[in-house]
């Protein structure tokens, strides 16, 4: 249990640890310009998420006009209708 809470980040000696770790692995000198590229990849990231999103709503809009609803949403009575409609002789132009 106690090897448990070891890596809960809530215990202060794992961040301890981290970072030094992270300090002998790149040295001084090498860790502003590691948090440089770290942060423009996380901005490439969320710039990535929020375009992929705004693709999305452009293509629902673009979906539902086209997309006809399924049989089991209409109800009886537009059914019928559209029955009736279609069973109707059709009038062309040059009968008139």
Do not use: H, Y
């Amino acid at each position: 249990m106690d090897s448990f809470m070891l890596f809960l980040p809530e215990n202060p000696m794992i961040w301890i640890l981290i970072v030094g770790v992270v300090f002998l692995l790149f040295g001084g000198s090498k860790l502003p310009q590691l948090a440089k590229a770290l942060g423009q990849s996380r901005r490439a990231f969320k710039e990535g998420l929020a375009e992929a999103e705004r693709e999305e709503q452009e293509k629902e809009p673009k979906q539902v006009q086209g997309v006809k609803p399924p049989l089991e949403a209409i109800d009886d009575e537009t059914l019928l209708e559209e029955v009736r409609r279609r069973s109707r002789p059709q009038v062309t132009e040059s009968k008139k």
